[in-house]
């Protein structure tokens, strides 16, 4: 099994950043596609970004490209996703999620889908203020 921990959210301003963490156990980790979603207030769970295993390709959904930046250290059994310019509109519990499928790299529609990762964290609370 694996376990992931969110950590990093917290309330910033407008324009302000953050970056959020999320810690891995387990031995494969590094063999994971992982993802970040969110969910705002009366809203589903949204894809934000998603990271190869070994970090060579990345997806973003549009309303975060340019602003967040997802990376992960192996050696660590962690992915990040940095935020800069932060917008009211990123409000959200984000939560971070693994893939553990043993097929190659798919198109982001695929990574977009909630039911295709197997492990979940709790979520991180990120409050943007105008």
């Known amino acids: 099994q694996v376990q992931l921990l969110e950590s990093g959210g917290g309330l910033v301003q407008a324009g302000g950043s953050l970056r959020l963490s999320c810690a891995a156990s387990g031995r494969t980790f590094s063999s994971y596609a992982m993802g970040w979603f969110r969910q705002a207030p009366g809203k589903e769970r949204d894809f934000v970004a998603v990271?190869?295993?070994?970090?060579?390709?990345?997806y973003y959904t549009d309303s975060v490209k340019g602003r967040f930046t997802i990376s992960r250290d192996n050696a660590k059994n962690t992915v990040y996703l940095q935020m800069n310019s932060l917008e009211s509109e990123d409000t959200a519990v984000y939560y971070c999620?693994?893939?553990?499928?043993?097929?190659?790299?798919?198109?982001?529609?695929?990574?977009?889908?909630?039911?295709?990762?197997?492990?979940w964290g709790q979520g991180t609370q990120v409050t943007v203020s105008s």
């Open positions: 990271i190869h295993w070994s970090g060579i390709a990345t």
């Open positions: 999620a693994a893939n553990t499928a043993s097929y190659s790299w798919r198109t982001i529609d695929y990574y977009a889908i909630s039911g295709n990762y197997a492990y």
